[in-house]
């Protein structure tokens, strides 16, 4: 037998056949493990919970293989139906904030009280063999073990687009497999806050309470993204200072115009590590989700997030059809150096560029 | 002759012609008309800094009409290798703010010390008839009259990206006319403070002092593009609550991270009115060239909101160009609905319009 194995889908080598085995048989247990890969079996398993069956499902859905995207495609759409029934929470926080110690005490506390809790990850640097599930199941040794808790990996992929579109897939297959709570976490390297933000209900900050000057060094624009912040590992010698920075935090976020969900942010301090503060921050995330359904904002915001993937996708094709053809690429390096030495205006530029256009 | 005159490109109606008139005096007089719109005669005057070349030149590249625009991207071309001199600086603030008075007040400082002025607005509301130039030039009478300014009202435009283009390149022509100074004005609709921001080197955003919660109703990114926040109307009362407000904006700032240029944006006072902290601001925005001339990045800037055109341009062509189809159109309406009732995923609704394309 092989040792690596670079997909679950993937046959493993196995040993070779001997004259005497029963051809047939290997033919229907071949058989058997195709129809594992039946989007209508896969389909009944998922809406039963069956994890493995989830699992089996996002993997099609993250394949590269045309074979699997097409059964992947098919899962999808029969799973749309009984999607769209969770509530989907994002997290983000700088690495060292605590988020993996933060999810599973948050999923151990959904979870006791009788939710389905999955959560999925964005990283866009993750790769099959360095992802974060390595680390996030030996950092979450309760939730992995837990039988309500369902954990993936980032998908690996080039580019966070890709990333972004497996998780937002894998979000419908593991609603439909009756999770209740879908927590996506990031580690924020680029624009995956954003992304993330465009896909979850609630968007939550991890922080840690710092020299007092608590705003500097945020990543522009994620303040307005949160609806929550949450200083992390307020135990100890630091709570009071965690304390100071929620302060410093409630203080910053008046200052920005309000939501048009009409939700005015919070901000909370907890010890992940000693479970403290989580109670509030689910009863938090639960006042939320009542003052948005109220308003009507919930629903609007997920219209929205779905209009928003759909134009986004467009768009991103259609620029990377253009700017990917090698004549338009050479044509722009010399335009660029022409606007450059004045010779020529953007706006000349860009024309020039579209005439030649396939 | 008729009263109306839609375009200062437009030829009057005139009188009847009599027989008796010469008219080969006619053709001539009809020749030297057309030389005026002749490229390289308005170069010649654009360039002694002749403001009535100059308007024409503008008109030129604010046109429609083709033969207008070929002869004013010609004008353009040749003016490109006097641009790219001048200091160009954003002013947007509410109406109400005092825009017309504090601008007054700055040119009338700028040209006292033999800078040459000049003053574009974006104003995608405007229209040739509603246009913000009779407001301007009512409430900038002092302006007006000065030889060394030169004010243009905003182009008419159906949409932001084109009155964006126009004033992006009345610049080039502004500078070949030698103005040391370009203000360009915005009222702040829509996106307008983000297109203005994108063609100056300085961003300056005009407040009042208010109620003591400064910061709340501040339009969202605002003061991430502010370089200074100016509050005007500090005189008689308003003095010391313009001064706890600019406390508050301080305050804010620190919040945020460090731009890319390492310019910490300034507080100040004023009052337009009295001309009372004109010439801070001014020595301001010297500091503000000084530090970034010295560090690079006012070039940097410069060659980044280049390229920013450019894509932009590029871009927002290639989207018009896909969107505006009519059987996309009408497609996109139906997928948006089976995405509404969970038919489809946005993904797959992408694929599918892609599909379409023509």
Redo the contacts between chains.
Sequence with gaps: MTKEKKSALQEKGGVSISEITNRKSIENLKQKRKVKLDAKTLLTDILQGDVAALSRGITLVESVNSKHIAIG?KL??TC??Y??KSIRIGITGVPGVGKSTFIEAFGKHLTSQGKRVAVLAIDPTSSITKGSILGDKTRMEALVKDENAFIRPSPSGHSLGGVA?KT??SI?LCEAAGFDIIIIETVGVGQSETTVHSMVDFFLLLKLSGAG?E??????GII?MADAIVINKADGDNEKKAKFAANEFSR?L????EKESKWSPKVSVCSALNHVGITLIWSMITDYICVTTKNGHFDIKR?KQ?????IQ???S???SD?FNQPKIKKALES??IL??N??????????F??KLKA
């Design positions: 495609n999808l759409k749309l139906p999607a769209n579109r937002r897939e419908v000057d705003l500097q060094g945020i990543k522009r307005e910053a008046k200052l920005y115009p219209q779905n209009k928003f993937w759909l996708t467009i768009e094709q259609l620029k253009f335009q660029l606007i450059e004045n010779h020529t205006t953007p706006f000349a530029a860009a024309e560029l579209l």
